[in-house]
């Protein structure tokens, strides 16, 4: 194999196709980025056997041929390159030589029969969305996702597709969040994509308004972004009936100004945070929500203004699931809704039902 390229164009594939790379290497191949060279392109792949990620770039291609270099060293090598031309050569012991304006580097590579092969999705079945509206359900959603072991189905985003419409659901327990986004799609199917793949996904994409393919089959997504593809496997098992989760009605709710709730409750989080009581009251009455947050350092009283329908309410929450919902909304106002001080809060936008956060509160004994 002898190819050469801009540096530039591959260092920026190989930060994006390393994005596949495990931080926990059980098979040492795997610590690799695979390169073919044919006709006029290079292509590049990494994948940790659940997320793989391909990159085409231009090159100019002398000899065909491939091999698998070591991922992390070649990707913060060639990231030093930027404005050089890059010439790559493989000789017959596998060892890379990487030439550049007067210098040259050589490191020892995998033997490519031993990669594991980028896996192709036979399917027809797709839903299209922009990649604007992708991203979002993705940022708005991922924070919910649970962490821990437990429920490993749970470790994953819920894409309940539609003809017309998905709805992306995350929860983990103790909060959900529920997104809603237009699409096109040809099937009508349920399918719970893994966080971390998701998360990997929305570094790719930009906020454009351009649309996107994602194929689906039972085990596996595609995501087609042009000259990059993303593939990944699917979690299964049955996820939880989020439809029941949510409540149909409320005793009341208020209107309250997102950014003024948001800074108040982060410095509620402050003191809280040197707490073993780790939550933040509510008081909800005329018109105003008082917020106190109190520990061994001190204590914490906050006046918001709010309008309010319904009944006064006194309820109690980790602000650290509110935060995470708040700073996931850009409307200016939200509505909260509640029914009592052991029922969840549901945080929904004022004007639409785009999104919901619904989040469990904390049983105070006093």
């Known amino acids: 194999m002898i190819v050469s390229c801009q540096g530039l164009e591959l260092s920026d594939a190989l930060l994006k196709v390393s ?67 890059i010439e790559l050569e493989v000789n017959d012991k596998n060892q890379l030589s990487i030439k550049y304006e007067e210098s040259e580097s050589n490191i ?11 896996k192709k999705i036979d399917t027809k ?43 992306v659901v995350a929860l983990d327990g103790y909060r959900l969040a529920r997104v809603k986004k237009k699409i096109n799609a040809n099937i ?7 966080a971390r793949s998701l998360s990997e996904l929305s570094k790719l994409m930009d906020d454009s308004d351009d649309i996107i393919n994602i194929y689906v089959d039972d085990y596996t997504i595609m995501v087609d972004l042009g000259d990059t593809k993303v593939t990944s496997r699917l979690l ?22 997102k950014g003024y709730f948001e800074e108040a409750l982060e410095r509620a989080t402050l003191l809280s945070k040197t707490s073993n009581n780790s939550y933040v009251k509510f008081d909800i009455k005329e018109n105003n929500i008082l917020l106190t947050s109190n520990s061994e350092l001190g204590n914490l009283r ?19 699931y509110f935060l995470e919902s708040l700073k996931a909304v850009t409307n200016d106002f939200v509505k909260l809704c509640f029914n009592s001080p052991s029922t ?9 039902d785009e999104f919901l956060y619904l989040i469990l509160p904390v049983r105070v004994i006093n």
């Not at 969840?344 to 639409?352: E, L, Q, S, Y």
């Open 19 to 85: 994005k596949a790379i495990s931080s926990k290497i059980t098979n040492p191949i795997l610590e690799g980025i695979k390169m073919i060279a044919e006709d006029d392109t290079l292509t590049l792949s990494a994948t940790d056997t659940e997320l793989s990620i391909e990159k085409k770039i231009k090159a100019s291609v002398k000899s065909e041929g491939e091999t698998v270099v070591p991922g992390r060293f070649i990707t913060e090598f060639v990231k030093k390159l930027t404005n050089s031309i």
């Open 108 to 118: 020892q590579c995998y033997n490519p029969i031993e990669y594991p092969g980028f």
């Open 125 to 167: 079945d797709y839903f299209a969305i922009s990649k604007k509206d992708f991203k979002a359900s993705i940022l708005k959603t991922i924070f919910s996702v649970a962490l821990d072991d437990s429920r490993p189905i749970l470790k994953g985003v819920l894409f309940d597709i539609s003809t017309d419409e998905v709805n």
């Open 188 to 194: 009508e199917k349920s399918i719970v994509i893994p």
């Open 236 to 257: 299964e098992g049955d996820y939880i009936n989020y439809k029941q989760i949510i409540p149909v009605n409320y005793e009341s709710f208020i209107v309250v100004n």
């Open 302 to 320: 906050e006046n918001i203004a709010v309008e309010l329908y319904g009944k006064d309410i006194l309820i109690s929450f980790n602000p650290r």
């Open 344 to 352: 969840p809060c549901v945080i929904v936008p004022t004007d639409n």
